[in-house]
């Protein structure tokens, strides 16, 4: 996917880890400058009982590139 500055961007994704099955995954997240902030989400993410929850996969990113 092409980078632009301050532009967004949404990524459908496959993340996957042993011993657990494949989760889809989506990653959004935008550019400033050299700079770029976004989340990785369970894309329509449930667990069973007894820890029902929504999205149960959310973490967020910052990462800046070098000059």
């Given at each position: 996917m092409p980078i632009v500055a301050g532009e967004?961007?949404?990524?459908?994704?496959t993340g996957t880890a042993k011993g657990v099955k494949s989760l889809p995954?989506?990653?959004?997240g935008s550019f400033t400058g050299r700079t770029v902030n976004g989340?990785?989400?369970?894309?329509?993410?449930?667990?069973?009982?007894?820890?029902?929850?929504?999205?149960?996969?959310?973490?967020?990113?910052?990462?800046t590139a070098p000059k």
């Open positions: 967004s961007f949404s990524v459908n994704a995954m989506i990653v959004t989340t990785v989400a369970e894309r329509s993410g449930h667990c069973p009982a007894p820890k029902q929850v929504e999205n149960p996969y959310l973490a967020t990113f910052k990462a």
